[in-house]
Nanobody
C-alpha cells in the first residue's frame, strides 16, 4: 500500500497550489479520502473529506471558499486544490484513505506547504 503526496512547496500569500495523493495497493473506490495538515506546535487537523462516491462531506472552516478536494478514480489519485493561500495555511499536509468497511486506513508521508513572501 502506498499513498504518495506531491505538489507542496513555497508559495506567496494569495497564490495557489494543488496537492496530489497517488494511491496504490488497495481498492481505491472503496475508501473515503481525506487531507489533513499539521503546523509546528499544533495538532494535526482535518482539512477536507471526499467520499468514495465523490461527495465532499467536509471542508474545514478556515479554508472554506479557498480549498476544495476532488478525486480521479481512473488514476487512483485525489487532490487538494488550494487557492488564495495565507501564511496560516503553512503546514505539512497529509493524505489519508479510510474505510469502515475494510476497517483500515492508510497515510501518506506528508508534503510541506510554506506560504511566505
Amino acid at each position: 500500500v502506498q499513498l504518495v503526496e506531491s505538489g507542496g512547496g513555497l508559495v506567496q500569500p494569495g497564490g495557489s497550489l494543488r496537492l496530489s495523493c497517488v494511491c496504490s495497493g488497495f481498492t481505491f473506490s472503496g475508501y473515503i479520502m481525506n487531507w489533513y495538515r499539521q503546523a509546528p506546535g499544533k495538532e494535526r487537523e482535518l482539512v477536507a473529506t471526499i467520499t468514495n462516491a465523490g461527495e465532499i462531506t467536509y471542508i474545514a472552516d478556515p479554508v472554506k471558499g479557498r480549498f476544495t478536494i476532488f478525486r480521479d478514480s481512473a488514476k487512483t489519485r485525489f487532490y487538494l486544490q488550494m487557492n488564495n493561500l495565507k501564511p496560516e495555511d503553512a503546514a505539512v499536509y497529509y493524505c489519508r484513505a479510510s474505510s469502515s468497511y475494510f476497517k483500515t486506513d492508510y497515510w501518506g508521508q506528508g508534503t510541506q506547504v510554506t506560504v511566505s513572501s
